[in-house]
């Protein structure tokens, strides 16, 4: 959609489905759409988190539905996209969010490990990406990376490969879909979830190293990295594709 005039920050009246949505940053996803006036779909394997995650949508006014998806199964990426259309009528935004991580080094971890980081962080996006966007006529894909993509990090061989996969399949998506569905990715430094455990708490000797090392001096909210999502899904980057946008309080540039 090509504006005359400034593009807004806008979800209103948009219909999204957030995977890997029902608890951490894909959370915060969920519920910033439907803050800002979008119908949305969040899922995870987690059946209660969904239905917590739902009552929680359904609260801010969205048309929402309660679905589990497992992104490792074709069948249950394919039944969510197939809900999602039922409930939403149209699919607008896919947001991309569930994560594994497997805490093992290069040496000690087993291909099982290996095998799950990879079947849930970038399979199961692609299989994502694809299901849907089949199913999209137009609209916006947003997937979660991460800055260890592009930076070592111990024992997590798994997971940076992973994300690593994911911002070249963001671009491989982003040239064979478009210009009718535009596909970025948003890569979070470090954020205080569930996930990220307690090495993030204040006081914790690896969140002050943290804080030292970041530009801001702090470590992310999940709620600051939705603002780039809702961003993305918007009209305001209604030009931008193919991209990765770092959301890591400059940890990055300090670390050149």
């Not at 759409?33 to 119908?39: I, K, N, Q």
């Not at 290996?114 to 999209?136: E, N, P, S, Y």
């Not at 490969?161 to 569905?181: C, H, N, Q, W």
């Not at 931008?240 to 946008?245: M, Q, S």
């Amino acid at each position: 959609m090509v504006s005359e005039s400034t593009p807004a920050v806008s979800v209103e009246d948009r219909s999204a489905v957030v995977i890997g949505g029902s608890s951490g940053i894909g959370r915060a996803i969920a519920l910033a759409f439907a803050e800002g006036g979008a119908d949305v779909v969040a899922t995870s394997r987690s059946e209660n988190r969904v239905e917590q995650v739902t009552g929680e949508l359904r609260e801010r006014g969205a048309t929402t539905t309660a679905v589990t998806c497992d992104v490792t199964d074709r069948e249950s990426v394919e039944e969510l996209c197939a809900v999602a259309e039922e409930t939403l009528d149209t699919v607008d935004v896919l947001v991309n969010s569930a994560g594994s991580v497997a805490q093992s080094s290069v040496t000690e971890m087993s291909e099982t490990e290996w095998d799950r980081d990879i079947a849930v962080d970038l399979t199961g996006v692609f299989r994502a990406c694809q299901v849907f966007g089949r199913a999209m006529t137009e609209g916006s894909i947003v997937n979660i990376s991460s800055m260890s993509a592009g930076q070592a990090r111990e024992e997590r061989p798994a997971y940076c490969a992973a994300k690593a996969g994911v911002e070249g399949l963001t671009r491989a998506a982003a040239a064979d879909l478009g210009p009718e569905i535009r596909v970025n990715a948003v890569a979070p430094g470090f954020v205080k979830t569930e996930m990220a455990g307690p090495k993030l708490d204040d006081g914790s000797a690896f969140r002050e190293t943290v804080d030292e090392r970041t530009p801001m001096e702090r470590v992310a909210t999940p709620e600051e990295v939705a603002g780039s999502v809702v961003y993305l899904a918007s009209d305001a980057a209604s030009f931008t594709t193919g991209e990765v946008l770092t959301v890591d309080g400059g940890y990055d540039v300090s670390a050149q």
